[in-house]
């Protein structure tokens, strides 16, 4: 806990971040032409690099899971696709050794898995994690306001995964059970609420339903 300011402090030498994320519903796809919206799991290394492995939702009803780098869209999943009713694992792993970032996809429902592994070769790179963001985003190109949400959403199992020190390929993740809001200073409201923010087996899971919310998610114990 960080005294000062209150708030939860991230924990050192994170390696990976992991959810779940169950697709509830369809809630009628409201998006403007040539926009997005984005469902995220998302990890911050020390220097702030972001790492995304998101659920992205078009204005043209082309929804995908997409691999991010550094803001960069890096990999679309083609086997694993978003299905209302599924629950999706979804992993990003720092691998120092192999000097790679680890993407993994896997349906619960199926059990398909898909796995994109990104080299970044000679890249000055710390693989250490340094934050992590849960929770949506508006790409909006025809204005400069956020629109209903597409779909009906459950986060749970929301982790942090540390390298075992004796065996560099192994991840043992631990459960996150803290959130602080993430401001984005503009006063905005969105068309968004979130609910059930509780934990369950240790970790804080929440749901996103359509609402009014000016303030992100609260969680701490």
Not at 36 to 65: A, G, H, K, S, V
Not at 159 to 175: A, Q
Not at 209 to 217: A, L, M, Q, R, T
């Amino acid at each position: 806990m960080d005294k000062r300011q209150g708030n939860p402090l991230f924990p050192g030498g994170v390696a990976a971040i992991s959810d779940i994320i169950k697709i509830v519903a369809d809630m009628g796809n409201h998006i403007p032409d040539k926009s997005w919206m984005l469902y995220l799991l998302e990890l911050f290394n020390i220097r702030n690099n972001p790492i995304e492995l998101n659920l992205i939702c078009q204005f043209d009803n082309q929804d995908y899971f997409e691999a991010i780098f550094q803001g960069v869209n890096r990999y679309r999943f083609k086997k694993v696709l978003p299905v209302v009713g599924h629950s999706y694992l979804r992993m990003i792993m720092m691998y120092k050794k192999n000097r790679l970032i680890r993407y993994s996809l896997t349906d619960q429902i199926n059990g398909d898995t898909e796995i994109f592994d990104f080299p970044l070769d000679k890249m000055n790179f710390d693989y250490v994690g340094g934050n992590q963001f849960t929770g949506i985003e508006w790409w909006n190109k025809t204005g400069n306001f956020p629109y209903s949400i597409r779909y009906n959403i459950e986060v749970s199992q929301l982790m942090f995964g540390f390298l075992d020190k004796t065996d560099p390929e192994s991840i043992t993740f631990v459960p996150h059970n803290s959130l602080i809001p993430n401001n984005d200073n503009s006063g905005a409201a969105y068309p968004v609420s979130f609910q059930n923010i509780m934990l369950k087996d240790g970790c804080v899971c929440y749901s996103v339903e359509p609402g009014n919310c000016s303030n992100g998610i609260h969680y701490n114990i």
